[in-house]
């Protein structure tokens, strides 16, 4: 009960965790890589047929290929309905159980996902943002609930492709801000940078995740955090996946 208590703690101080091995050797994240790779296979550039999914995953992208978008969309499609069904499996709901220290949860409505970092000509990367903010303009009920999203990695993530998290400095002071990680009429939010959003956020102390495929770190809803910006050939593929204590 220690451990789970202190995950929890960590939450709610930090309002990040360092990396866990919470989902490591889950079929349901093997099965999703799977997919991935009957998909793109031929614009990844690994050296042998025998090494694992996840490290051909993890290989460099062609530089003289493009993957198409319309490709990735039928991708995303196909992995988003398993990271559906991982997200509502009782096991995962287990795990959040302990997270959370609660029985009683539930999966936040619709917020599960699957991410393709490529690289930075594929799509502008996005940009600060929190989960709590569609929750809070949707009107969901849970908002302001404790809650955290699991992203987890299904390859390996660097500091060049991986995310950025500004730790939480102090939750008594928890605050919304305004949308800003989307492109509203002639304005790119995207591009808005920390400072911009809050001049006493402190870029010195702003974490970026490495993690091994199946590693996860846990993100209360309510921190700032935003995918690494650039260019790089090497893929990043994820997961998010989010309960809250009702």
């Known amino acids: 009960m220690k451990k789970k208590q202190n995950i929890k703690e960590l939450l709610l101080q930090k309002g990040h965790t360092e990396n866990l091995k919470l989902f490591s050797g889950a079929k349901d994240l093997e099965e999703m890589?799977?997919?991935?790779?009957?998909?793109?296979?031929?614009?990844?550039?690994?050296?042998s047929k025998n090494l694992s999914t996840k490290q051909k995953l993890s290989s460099c992208l062609d530089p003289e290929k493009k993957v198409p978008k319309s490709?990735?969309?039928?991708?995303?499609?196909e992995v988003r309905q398993l990271v559906k069904k991982f997200n509502n499996s009782e096991n995962t709901r287990k795990v959040f159980e302990k997270i959370l220290d609660s029985?009683?949860?539930?999966?936040?409505?619709?917020?599960?996902?699957?991410?393709?970092?490529?690289?930075?000509d594929y799509k502008v990367s996005t940009g600060w943002h929190q989960d709590c903010e569609t929750s809070f303009v949707e009107g969901k009920k849970y908002w302001n609930k404790f809650s955290c999203t699991a992203w987890i990695?299904?390859?390996?993530?660097?500091?060049?492709?991986?995310?950025?998290?500004?730790?939480r400095q102090n939750r008594k002071l928890l605050?919304?801000?305004?949308q800003h990680y989307g492109q509203i009429g002639n304005v790119d939010?995207?591009?808005k940078e920390l400072g911009d959003i809050d001049n006493k956020?402190?870029?010195?102390?702003?974490?970026?995740?490495?993690?091994?495929?199946?590693?996860?770190?846990?993100?209360d809803s309510f921190v700032l955090h935003r995918t690494v910006p650039g260019n790089t050939n090497k893929s990043r593929f994820s997961i998010d996946i989010r309960y809250y204590a009702s």
């Open 175 to 178: 605050k919304i801000y305004p």
């Open 189 to 191: 939010y995207r591009q």
């Open 153 to 167: 990695t299904l390859t390996e993530a660097n500091k060049n492709n991986s995310i950025l998290i500004v730790p």
């Open 33 to 47: 890589r799977k997919v991935i790779l009957h998909y793109l296979h031929p614009y990844l550039l690994y050296e």
């Open 71 to 77: 490709l990735m969309d039928e991708v995303r499609n």
């Open 201 to 219: 956020i402190k870029t010195k102390d702003v974490y970026a995740v490495t993690a091994d495929a199946d590693e996860c770190v846990l993100i």
């Open 103 to 120: 029985k009683n949860i539930s999966p936040c409505e619709g917020f599960y996902d699957f991410r393709a970092n490529l690289s930075g």
